[in-house]
């Protein structure tokens, strides 16, 4: 590809600021009501085993990958897919992955709204009703309240990404510490609940029957990758932003393993609360209630009942608060990136994709079925980025990614072959038995499985998917076109390149 | 709680806290070598 001038820009202002700044892009929601939800459902110790295990062979792998692929090609997703398989006909992989991630921000920040709301109502005790079912369905469908909290949600996040990487900087260093304070002083309230060592003893009782469980590895893998982050582009989108002498091995290590501290820490903070106010079968119970019925219903519950439950509430709503918020503003700069490669100014990208989500987005704010649907549909198609990504890495080499990339002369941590089936091998095949077990498990549970429009069938899921697969191929070459110029040699990192928001 | 239940806790929780910890200290320590390179 031609190569022409560019200009240099900045990156992260420390390897440690960039390690921090992709703890707080992965660490979501996901981590505090989904995954203590998953490990109890799903025989506790095994489950923490399974995905341990998974998050270092697998998918910690696979992201030193996308932080390579970022660092390399300098450009947002389209243009990077495009530099790094070496052909103008993968640019489509990238774009569909940017599409997937600008849904997930559209329904995603209904999510805050909704916590921000029952932040209010916790400070004001009014969440702590004898119908908590009621409340919940009438925040969740028709509320305006919730609608205006969305935009001015989305507008917050999108000025946290307008500005760049002291945006993304600013929001994980602020964010970030007040995340751990709060989830550290729920786990100290629960463990010392009268009954909390019920809980803790069902979380860490390990039955070596459940690891044999494909359904516990399948729950694992799922929690690794739609909570750490590879599939979703955060990876390359960092990337582009990380100096080329910092460490690529290292800094996904550190968000991987910041990603899981943060998730096992909240299982201890969740689960004896759980079993302490609401007996075994109630927990379980509560865990089977899905992400909404444990936290806005069940967990609501718990806060009434203990001590100074609405301090314990409150501090509950901010940390999920912290967590999503920098989320969404680093899926902003990941959305942002491709229309700066296409030569637009900041103010006009990042204006265009916060009107965009935001459009995307009144639909699911205003019903719940609708965002259900996005929610089940956006899941899978994280799964399928997984493993575009793997596939990309494989097409370029994956012994040449580990020599010439990750095992660079600047790097504290040598990946050795394993890293080659790690990535290349065992994540794409993960990724594909889990994108078919789910289908079969579509199928199994819905009856409607073949209608279009229904919120959680299989065939919503791949009309959704494909037309949106196919329109990206079918504009392929022109957006292949307008991602600026190839800054990547084949063999190693370029230097920083100045797309606006690095200037 | 029961003893295996206590082991396999302080394994998980420190494993995956030790191992962040000892990633952040190495990733400070060639920050500051590649400083001192600069």
Not at chain 1, 93 to 114: D, K, P, R, S
Not at chain 1, 248 to 273: K, N, Y
Not at chain 1, 397 to 406: F, H, I, Y
């Amino acid at each position: 590809m031609e190569e022409k001038k560019v200009k240099a820009g900045k990156g992260f202002s420390s390897p440690i600021m960039m390690a921090i700044s992709l703890i707080a892009a992965s660490v979501g929601t996901g981590n505090i009501w989904r995954c203590p939800r998953v490990a109890a459902s799903n025989g506790g110790a095994a489950f923490i085993i399974a995905y341990i295990v998974v998050m270092l062979v697998a998918v910690i792998p696979v992201m030193m990958g996308e932080h390579a692929i970022g660092r390399a090609t300098r450009k947002g997703l389209p243009g990077a897919f495009r530099d790094f398989m070496g052909s103008k006909k993968a640019t489509w992989l990238g774009t569909f992955v940017e599409w997937i991630v600008i849904i997930t921000i559209a329904y995603y920040t209904v999510v805050v709204a909704w916590i921000f709301h029952y932040l209010f109502l916790s400070i004001t005790g009014g969440c702590f009703v004898e119908d908590k079912q009621a409340l919940f369905d009438s925040v969740s469908n028709h509320n305006v309240t919730i609608l205006i909290l969305y935009i001015v949600i989305q507008a917050f996040c999108a000025w946290g990404a307008y500005k760049g990487i002291k945006g993304i900087e600013n929001s994980a260093k602020i964010l970030l510490p007040i995340l751990f304070f709060c989830v550290i002083i729920l786990a100290i309230r629960t463990v010392t609940l009268p009954g909390a060592s019920a809980g803790l003893n069902f979380l860490f009782n390990l039955d070596p029957k459940n690891l044999l469980s494909s359904t516990v590895w399948l729950q694992a893998l799922t929690q690794c990758f739609w909570s750490a982050g590879p599939g979703w582009g955060i990876c390359i989108a960092y990337g582009v932003y990380s100096k080329k002498k910092s460490d690529v091995a290292l800094s996904s290590t550190v968000q991987g393993l910041g990603d899981m501290s943060v998730a096992l820490l909240a299982c201890v903070a969740i689960i004896p609360g759980l079993f302490a106010c609401l007996g075994e079968q109630g927990a379980l119970d509560a865990c089977a209630a899905g992400n909404n019925g444990l936290a806005f219903i069940a967990l609501t519950g718990v806060f009434e009942q203990i001590p100074g439950g609405r301090a314990f509430a409150c501090l509950f709503w901010i940390s999920l608060i912290c967590a999503s918020v920098t989320s969404i503003i680093a899926m902003y700069s990941i959305v942002v990136q491709p229309l700066a490669d296409a030569g637009m100014s900041k103010k006009k990208s990042t204006l265009i994709m916060a009107v965009l989500t935001i459009a995307l987005g009144i639909p699911s704010a205003w019903s719940i079925n609708f965002f259900s649907n996005q929610d089940f549909v956006v899941g899978m198609g994280m799964v399928i980025g997984a493993f575009f990504s793997c596939v990309a890495l494989r097409k370029y080499g994956a012994e040449k990614v580990r020599t010439n990339l990750l095992n660079n002369p600047y790097t504290g941590l040598h990946m050795g072959k394993w890293w080659d089936f790690g990535a290349t091998i065992f994540c794409p095949l993960l990724a594909a038995a889990m994108f078919i077990w789910w289908c079969i498990l579509s199928v199994g549970w819905n009856p409607d499985w073949y209608n279009p429009l229904g919120t959680y069938s299989l065939a919503t899921m791949v009309l959704q998917l494909g037309v949106a697969g196919i329109i990206m191929a079918i504009f392929n070459n022109r957006i292949a076109n307008s991602a600026g110029p190839c800054v990547f040699d084949g063999k190693d990192f370029p230097e920083l390149v100045d797309n606006g928001f690095n200037s | 709680m029961t003893a295996e239940s206590i082991i396999l806790m302080i394994i998980c929780l420190s494993g995956v806290w030790g191992g962040l910890i000892w990633a952040m200290l190495r990733l400070l320590h060639m920050q500051n070598e590649q400083g001192d390179q600069d």
